[in-house]
């Protein structure tokens, strides 16, 4: 803009007539300036003029015109800094307009140096509303304005944007960085009102830091985001002598990468989660619900989770939802009868069977509850997904090694976006990671019911004896160590009845294995030898050396010579927990003596023990599963089973044996148990050297029935 036009007055160029009369008491043009009526100003360095914009007439005092180092408007304009030419055409022309007062800074040159200057003002107007006169005063801040205003040469270098906002909200310097940042050049914005041009600051995370600044005094810096430029600034503003200094820098990229890197996180916290839930369990129905619950609520609202059956054979049959989960407890049991109506409630080609048959992720982006209505028939099923409303679904297949293991069902509320985007490749991730869980529990329960199968084709029930009860029991672990080495055998060759309990290390199908072999050499050496409890542990020793066995087991082996009462018992240990004894009166005896347990050293010398079973008493033999616990050890167990027995002097064998297990095992055991109990019968009568069997119709206690073993799945998915 040329210097000759840059204060012609708003509308420059407006007719206004030379004896105009003005508002708030303004003088008529040709008065002398309003400063002189308080000339002591001076004194102070502070000089008044008065500017005629219809007449374009300057009128200053001495100091006025020292500061400005000219008396006309020409002079001035010519003295004016190129850079803040645009800033004072656009106050003249467009920021008068809208305020009747004015505080600007803006630099003059003088010969080779340049100073600031500072005016304050008020626009006078005529009768009818038309700009006629700006009065004001007018002072050198050379000094204090250098302090904080970099050189506008430099600021049209930083990549930072900058704008200086004059205390009544204007803009009154723009730097190119400011331009391309807030998108409007700085013709648009020079002498205009920050809320009025941005109005979208008004009520944002900027206003308050801004008006706070401006108020005290005080520098703030922030980050806040613009919503209608979509982008994050990075804000510092800090107060000088001509206003407001901003200086803003886009910070959006830093943000998106942020919030990349923050939802990657999430991302890998939920899977590690996962994983870890997954790790503590190879149960299946176990396993499905724990994914339910781990991807609510950062994938969904609310889950079901379907899984296939496995019959008596291992394979997979069938679905059945046997995972479900919603936050919101007042909900869960709405999810819960869903999910036990849903697959027999299901129409063929159901979103879920879709996703079954395809092995594809199946998406209901909208009115997933009348999507799902349609594909059930009438009854609970229907009902209750009505009730819960979702607005989308997300169905994504179980599959591992080429097989479709099941399902994961995942449904949003209204107000929630369907699943999309990075979350949907999260979730597809976890469904991943779940089917390899999945997969691994169905061939650990393969393998279970193999070493299972195994185990209890070993363990059989005791024969029938005519002057002892014998009552057995078994129980499996519940998780990993389910399958274990521990058994028990009651046997009796020639009148003499042998009862054994063991514990091969280990818990698996090899310990499951080993477990027959001990048992089998030691019954068959047994039978052959007639070998006593401490000859025959050094015989099975020896043999399982010389077989090649390098298996470690422990063993109590006792032998009772039931030809005349009392009862007499033989019994030698190798490294087992001590049997114990409850006697008629209630007592306790803890048998101690134990030598090496069996795979260790053959050669070793083992010692033999002998006790008299009288009427009434009762012997006992376990596994270390009985007794040991994570939060105790060995010895602690003992003594609570000493503890124990005292209490249940007066019981018979097989109850003895219920009531033991009820007390000392929890529901979900650790370890798998093994215990024997022993008792004379005192009202039958001794027959030398024979066995009878049980009263007609009475059938021998069998050892898994009574053992309290949970019920033998079906299926997978508890069918």
Known sequence: ???????????????????????????????????????????????????????????????????????????????????????????????????????????????????????????????????????????????SREEYLPDAAFLETVPSAFIALSPTWQFTYVNTAAERLLRRSREEMLGGDVWELFPALVGSAFEA??????????????????????????????????????????????????????????????????????????????????????????????????????????????????????????????????????????????????????????SLPEDAAGEIRRALAPGPARELITELAPASGTVLPLR?????????????????????????????????????????????????????ELQLSLLTDPPPLDHLDVAVRYLPAAEAARVGGDWYDVFAPGGDVT????????????????????RALLRGIAVTTGSGPAALLTEVDRAMRALGHDTLATSVVARMDAHTPPVRVRWSNAGHPPPMLLEPDGGVRVLTGSDLLLGVRPSVQRSESVLVLEPGATLVLYTDGLVERRDGGLLAGVRRLEELLGEFGGLGAEELCDALLGRLVPTAPEDDVAVVAIRPRPDVRHQSGATAPHPAGEIAPSPIVRARQRPRSRGAAGE
């Open 1 to 143: 803009m040329a210097a000759s036009t840059v204060l012609h007055g708003a509308e420059g160029r407006r007719a206004v007539s030379h004896h105009a009369d003005e508002h708030a008491g303004g003088h008529a043009a040709g008065d002398a300036p309003a400063g002189e009526v308080s000339a002591g100003l001076g004194d102070a360095g502070i000089g008044t003029y008065e500017y005629d914009l219809s007449r374009r007439r300057l009128r200053a005092d001495t100091r006025a015109r020292a500061v400005l180092g000219a008396d006309s408007v020409t002079g001035l304009e010519q003295r004016i800094h190129p850079d803040d030419l645009p800033f004072l055409a656009a106050l003249v022309t467009r920021g008068l307009d809208r305020s009747a007062v004015y505080d600007v800074r803006f630099r003059l040159r003088d010969g080779d140096r340049t100073k600031w200057v500072a005016t304050h003002g008020r626009l006078l107007r005529t009768s009818d509303g038309i700009p006629s006169r700006l009065v004001g005063v007018v002072f050198d801040t050379t000094s």
């Open 209 to 362: 830091p801004y008006r706070r600044a401006m108020a005290t005094g005080r520098p703030v810096a922030f980050e806040a985001f613009y919503a209608p430029l979509e982008a994050w600034y990075d804000v510092r503003a800090a107060l000088g002598p001509h206003g407001l200094s901003v200086y803003l820098l886009d910070v959006t990229t830093r943000h998106v990468l942020q919030e990349h890197a923050e939802r990657a996180a999430r991302r890998n916290e939920l899977t590690a989660r996962l994983v870890t839930e997954l790790v503590g369990t190879l149960d299946v129905p176990e396993t499905a619900s724990r994914v339910a619950r781990t991807v609510v609520p950062a994938l969904g609202d609310w889950s079901v989770v379907s899984v296939a059956g496995m019959d008596d054979t291992g394979s997979l049959r069938g679905m059945a939802d046997v995972g479900w989960w919603h936050p919101d407890p007042a909900l869960r049991p709405l999810v819960e009868g869903y999910a036990r109506h849903r697959k027999v409630a299901s129409r063929a080609n159901s979103f879920l069977d879709r996703a079954l048959t395809t092995g594809e992720v199946v």
């Open 400 to 452: 591992s090694r080429g097989r479709t293991l099941g399902a994961i069902g995942l449904f949003n509320n209204p107000g929630r976006p369907p699943l999309a985007g990075e979350d949907l490749a999260t979730a597809r991730d976890i469904a991943d990671r779940a089917s390899v869980a999945l997969d691994n529990a169905y061939l650990y329960q393969r393998q279970r019911r193999v070493a299972e």
């Open 499 to 518: 009862i054994v309990i063991g514990d091969v290390t280990g818990h698996d199908v090899q310990a499951a294995a080993s477990m027959g072999q001990v």
